[in-house]
C-alpha cells in the first residue's frame, strides 16, 4: 500500500503523537470499504467519522457513507469532485490519494477487525483526554480547590466514555425506562385503550395483546393451509396502512400506531405477494386475478386499490435462501433508508444460519431465532416471524396447536416475546368431506345421506371460523382470539360479537 497521510502528526502538534492510534489501519478500513461498499453495513453502526485520529480519514469516511446511504457507488472516481478543495488532501498529494488507499485489495478481508480497532484506539483517546484534564485540574491552584468537585466531574467525564463504548447495548436509568412506559401508556390511551404498540389490524388481538411492540420478537405459527402467510401479510399491510393514515392527520411518526415495513418473502415471489395483496384490498379472489375473470366493474375496485397501495410504504425482499446475516444485514439498510419500523419474515425454516459444517438443524433453527431476537432488539422494532409446526399436530384429535409443536427447536419459544398459533376448524372438517348423495341416492340410502347432512351441518357451523391462540406472551395472559378468514381474498377479519343481538321492536 502506498505512504499514508500523517498530517496530525505534525511537528506543530508534538503532543499528539503520543496519542494511541494507528493510521495505517485507518487508511486500510477506508481502502476496503472503497474497494466493497457492502462492508459499510458491517461497520457503521459502531464506528462514526470522529472516531478517526486524522480528520482527513474521518471526512473520507463520512463521504462514504452519505454516499451509500443514498445507494450511489462509493469509491476513488466518484468521491474525488468532494475532495479537489480539501486543504488537506491537496498536502498529501490531492484526490490522486484516495486511489492509493484501494492499493491492497487484501484489507478486506480484515475491514472489520480495523474497524474494531479503531473505535478502541479512539476510546483510549478519549480516557487520556479525561486523564490529562483531570491531571491539569488537580495542578491548577489558580481557582477555588474543590477537589471533590473536581473528582465527580471526572466521574461524569469517564462515565462517557463507558456509555460511548457500551454503544450496543447499555443500562437505563429508570426515569428513562418510565419515560418510555409512560409514552406507551398514552399511545395505548390515545387509540381508545388497547394499542400500545403498532396495528395489527385486528381490533380482538390488539385488545389481547396491545399491538406489536419494539424490540419483540413475535412468532406466528401454524401447519401449512391454516394461513399464516396471509395473516403475516395482513399485519404487515395493516402496520404500513395506519403509518400512512396518521401522516395524513398530522400524527408525528413517534406516536403513530404504524410504521414502515419489509417483508422478507423466502417462500412467495414480490409478484405473487403484490396479487394476494390486492386481492386482499379489492375484495377479488387471487385465482381470478390471475385468470383475469374480472368484470369492469371488478377492474375498477381492482385500479382503485392499486392506487392505493402505490404510496404504501411497504417493502418486498423475495430473494431465495437467505442467510440469518445477511437478512439482518438487509434489514439495516432499509432502517436507515426507508425508516422501516416492523420486520415481517416469511418464513423461519427458509433461512439458512451460517453454514458451519458440524452444525445440525436444530442449531441452525436456534442460531436464526436467536439472531431475529437480537434483530428487533438491535433495530428497536417488532420481528413478525413466520413458523412452520411439526407434524405432531395431526397425530392427535383435538389438533390446536401446542408450544410443544414449534418445529425443530425449543429455542424459538425461548426467544420469542410473543407466539401465536393458527387454527381453523373448517380446514380440517373440510379433509374429511363426505360426498353429497344424488336425489335417487338420498332416497335408497338414508345412511348416506344422514352422514352428509350431519356433516354438512357440521362444516356450515365452522366455515370461516379461525382461533389466533395466544400460547405466549411476555406482556400479558394468554387465550384464545376469535377471527373470520375468508380463504378466496385469503383476509383474516375481526369476528362478529356472537353476544350481541339488534333490539328487538314491536
Request: glycine letters at 8%.
Given at each position: 500500500m502506498a505512504e499514508v497521510v500523517r498530517i496530525a502528526e505534525s511537528a506543530s502538534e508534538p503532543a499528539l503523537q503520543a496519542l494511541p492510534q494507528n493510521i495505517e489501519a485507518e487508511a486500510a478500513l477506508l481502502g476496503a470499504l472503497m474497494i466493497d461498499n457492502r462492508l459499510v453495513e458491517d461497520v457503521q453502526l459502531k464506528l462514526r467519522p470522529e472516531h478517526f485520529f486524522e480528520p482527513l480519514h474521518g471526512r473520507i469516511y463520512e463521504s462514504i457513507l452519505r454516499m451509500t446511504d443514498n445507494n450511489r457507488v462509493a469509491n476513488p472516481v466518484t468521491l474525488r469532485p468532494l475532495f479537489d478543495a480539501d486543504e488537506a488532501m491537496k498536502e498529501v498529494g490531492g484526490p490522486a490519494y484516495l486511489a492509493q488507499l484501494t492499493g491492497s485489495g487484501a484489507a478486506v478481508i480484515?475491514?472489520?477487525?480495523?474497524?474494531?480497532?479503531?473505535?478502541?484506539?479512539?476510546?483510549?483517546?478519549?480516557?487520556?483526554?479525561?486523564?490529562?484534564?483531570?491531571?491539569?485540574?488537580?495542578?491548577?491552584?489558580?481557582?477555588?480547590?474543590?477537589?471533590?468537585?473536581?473528582?465527580?466531574?471526572?466521574?461524569?467525564?469517564l462515565y462517557k466514555v463507558a456509555e460511548e463504548g457500551g454503544v450496543e447495548g447499555k443500562a437505563k436509568s429508570f426515569a428513562d425506562a418510565s419515560k418510555l412506559a409512560l409514552e406507551m401508556a398514552e399511545r395505548a390511551l390515545n387509540s381508545g385503550g388497547h394499542l400500545s404498540g403498532f396495528t395489527t389490524g385486528l381490533n380482538s388481538m390488539n385488545s389481547k395483546i396491545g399491538g406489536m411492540h419494539k424490540s419483540d420478537l413475535v412468532i406466528v405459527a401454524g401447519r401449512p393451509g391454516m394461513g399464516k402467510s396471509a395473516l403475516g401479510t395482513n399485519m404487515a399491510v395493516a402496520c404500513a396502512q395506519r403509518f400512512l393514515r396518521d401522516a395524513e392527520d398530522g400524527i408525528a411518526p413517534e406516536k403513530s400506531a404504524g410504521a414502515p415495513v419489509?417483508?422478507?418473502?423466502?417462500?412467495?415471489?414480490?409478484?405473487?405477494?403484490?396479487?394476494?395483496?390486492?386481492?386482499?384490498?379489492?375484495?377479488?379472489?387471487?385465482?381470478?386475478?390471475?385468470?383475469?375473470?374480472i368484470t369492469q366493474h371488478e377492474f375498477r375496485d381492482?385500479?382503485?386499490?392499486?392506487?392505493?397501495?402505490?404510496?404504501?410504504?411497504?417493502?418486498?425482499?423475495?430473494?431465495?435462501?437467505?442467510?440469518?446475516?445477511?437478512?439482518?444485514?438487509?434489514?439495516?439498510?432499509?432502517?436507515?433508508?426507508?425508516?422501516?419500523?416492523?420486520?415481517?419474515?416469511?418464513?423461519?425454516?427458509?433461512?439458512?444460519?451460517?453454514?458451519?459444517?458440524?452444525?445440525?438443524?436444530?442449531?441452525?433453527?436456534?442460531?436464526?431465532?436467536?439472531?431475529?431476537?437480537?434483530l428487533a432488539k438491535e433495530l428497536d422494532v417488532p420481528v413478525i416471524g413466520l413458523s412452520q409446526l411439526s407434524r405432531a399436530v395431526e397425530q392427535r384429535e383435538d389438533k390446536r396447536p401446542q408450544l410443544s409443536?414449534?418445529?425443530?427447536?425449543g429455542s424459538i419459544e425461548q426467544d420469542a416475546d410473543i407466539v401465536l398459533f393458527i387454527y381453523r376448524e373448517d380446514y380440517y372438517v373440510k379433509g374429511v368431506e363426505v360426498e353429497m348423495p344424488t336425489p335417487e341416492e338420498a332416497v335408497s340410502n338414508p345412511d348416506k345421506a344422514a352422514k352428509y347432512?350431519?356433516?354438512?351441518?357440521?362444516?356450515?357451523?365452522?366455515?370461516?371460523?379461525?382461533?389466533?391462540?395466544?400460547?405466549?406472551?411476555?406482556?400479558?395472559?394468554?387465550?384464545?382470539?376469535?377471527?373470520?378468514?375468508?380463504?378466496?381474498?385469503?383476509?383474516?377479519?375481526d369476528a362478529a360479537d356472537e353476544g350481541y343481538l339488534p333490539e328487538m321492536r314491536d
Open positions: 480484515g475491514a472489520r477487525d480495523f474497524a474494531a480497532q479503531i473505535y478502541d484506539l479512539a476510546l483510549l483517546r478519549a480516557l487520556v483526554g479525561v486523564g490529562r484534564d483531570l491531571v491539569e485540574g488537580a495542578l491548577d491552584t489558580s481557582e477555588v480547590i474543590a477537589p471533590l468537585e473536581q473528582i465527580e466531574k471526572a466521574e461524569t467525564e419489509v417483508l422478507f418473502s423466502l417462500e412467495m415471489s414480490a409478484d405473487q405477494l403484490a396479487t394476494r395483496i390486492l386481492a386482499e384490498q379489492s375484495g377479488i379472489t387471487s385465482e381470478n386475478l390471475r385468470t383475469g375473470r381492482l385500479a382503485r386499490a392499486a392506487a392505493e397501495l402505490q404510496s404504501l410504504p411497504l417493502y418486498i425482499d423475495d430473494t431465495p435462501g437467505l442467510t440469518i446475516a445477511a437478512l439482518r444485514t438487509r434489514a439495516r439498510r432499509l432502517k436507515r433508508q426507508k425508516g422501516i419500523g416492523m420486520v415481517v419474515v416469511d418464513y423461519l425454516q427458509l433461512l439458512q444460519g451460517t453454514g458451519r459444517g458440524n452444525d445440525n438443524r436444530v442449531q441452525e433453527i436456534s442460531e436464526i431465532s436467536r439472531g431475529l431476537k437480537q409443536d414449534l418445529r425443530e427447536s347432512s350431519d356433516w354438512k351441518q357440521k362444516f356450515d357451523d365452522v366455515a370461516g371460523k379461525a382461533e389466533v391462540i395466544v400460547a405466549k406472551q411476555r406482556h400479558g395472559s394468554t387465550g384464545i382470539v376469535r377471527v373470520r378468514f375468508d380463504g378466496r381474498i385469503t383476509k383474516f377479519s
